[in-house]
């Protein structure tokens, strides 16, 4: 099994700063790496897959980049709406795998 | 409108049975890979199970022998038959569509709450 690693556990910002959330894998997952957000009573939404490629409808704030076993996340200038917890997935085979988390939160 | 919902969530005790639904609508069930991902309290996300649009089913270990996933392609509805319940089993369950076109969870349902306890 596959054992994705996040961190930081919390990223405690500001609206307008920037966040970077990284993703380890225990072993390659080629590009089949995704990015979550989740908000309080809600479903994940996807935002990133293939690591790199921005979901549908999803804004231009949010990129992801990496391969292999390293990933980044990157918000470039924090919304109101972007303070969550955000989740990483790997689909490089089964078990399908989740990372811990970030909780990103207001400074 | 593209959308999953799912119903069947509930109290049990432990040792007992309970059938999750994940009723789809705006595509086919039968097309697309279909999971179950579950939620404990508090917790993170655990994949459960997926079947493929062939057919072919996986398990993650910690449910293999005791839950199983199905569809009826007439209802285009997805479910999981989950036997031999245990407190751990507790959580919020959710059916997710994989895309067609990547490897990744495009469609979640709003989720169904298990609670495993005596």
């Known amino acids: 099994e596959i054992v994705l690693t996040q961190s930081p556990a919390t990223l405690s910002l500001s609206p307008g700063e920037r966040a970077t959330l990284s993703c380890r894998a225990s072993?390659?997952?080629?590009?089949?790496l995704a990015w979550y957000q989740q908000k309080p009573g809600q479903a994940p939404r996807l935002l990133i897959y293939?690591?790199?490629n921005r979901a549908t409808g999803i804004p231009a704030r949010f990129s992801g980049s990496g391969s292999g076993t390293d990933f980044t996340l990157t918000i470039s200038s924090l919304e109101p709406e972007d303070f969550a917890v955000y989740y990483c997935?790997?689909?490089?085979?089964?078990?399908?795998?989740f990372g811990p988390g970030t909780k990103v939160d207001i400074k | 409108e593209v959308q999953l919902v799912e119903s069947g969530g509930g109290l049990v005790q432990p040792g007992g049975s309970l059938r999750l639904s994940c009723a789809a609508s705006?595509?086919?069930?039968?097309?697309?890979?279909m999971s179950w991902v579950r939620q404990a309290p508090g917790k993170g996300l655990e994949w459960v199970s997926v079947?493929?649009?062939?057919?072919?089913?996986y398990y993650a270990d910690s449910v293999k022998g005791r839950f199983t996933i199905s569809r009826d392609n007439s209802k285009n509805t997805l479910y999981l038959q989950m036997n031999s319940l245990r407190a751990e089993d507790t959580a919020v369950y959710y059916c997710?569509?994989?895309?067609?076109?990547?490897?990744?969870?495009?469609?979640w349902g709003q989720g169904t709450m298990v609670t495993v306890s005596s």
């Open positions: 997710a569509r994989e895309s067609g076109s990547f490897y990744a969870f495009d469609i």
């Open positions: 997935q790997q689909r490089s085979n089964w078990p399908s795998t």
């Open positions: 079947i493929y649009s062939g057919g072919s089913t």
């Open positions: 705006g595509f086919t069930v039968s097309s697309n890979y």
């Open positions: 072993q390659s997952v080629s590009s089949y």
């Open positions: 293939d690591a790199s």
